[in-house]
């Protein structure tokens, strides 16, 4: 087996690896397996290949890994709803309170809950601040 396949393979396996357990840390390593597979097509001499995966690698898990764990925590505080109801001014249909309550948005009733104890009355314009599951997190207006 050639070099450069070796690090391709091993870039997949870190990819697979990274599907497995979203961690933003293998990622890392199957760029570095990456860019060494492509630099392994012009350099046969595996130790230097070893030594430029490992200088990737720890490059890579120092200075891009913080990017993509931030751009991670973005993403979740989205709510993996892409932003579609986090912000949305939406009517109380039933009272929302800590343990229960409705909205409608879109046409479409979600339970929603209070994060303090006020109680909001229906008709009531609320702001949803936070998505959990199937339950919309709200504030009062």
Do not use: C, Q
Request: aromatic share 12%.
């Amino acid at each position: 087996m050639v070099l450069w396949e070796i690090f391709a393979i091993a870039g997949l396996v870190f990819l697979i690896l990274e599907m497995i357990v979203p961690s933003m840390f293998f990622l890392n390593l199957a760029i570095a397996g990456f860019i060494t597979a492509i630099i392994a097509i012009w350099i046969t001499n595996w130790i230097y290949l070893i030594l430029l995966f490992v200088i990737l690698s720890i490059i890579s898990v120092l200075f891009l890994r913080p990017i993509l764990i931030k751009s991670k925590k973005d993403k979740e505080h989205e709510t993996g709803m892409e932003a579609k109801y986090i912000g949305k001014i939406v009517k109380v249909t039933e009272p929302v309170s800590k343990y229960s309550g409705a909205i409608t948005i879109y046409d479409e009733r979600w339970e929603a809950r209070t994060e303090n104890d006020e109680t909001i009355p229906a008709r009531s314009e609320v702001k949803i601040v936070k998505y959990d599951s199937l339950i919309l997190t709200v504030e009062k207006v």
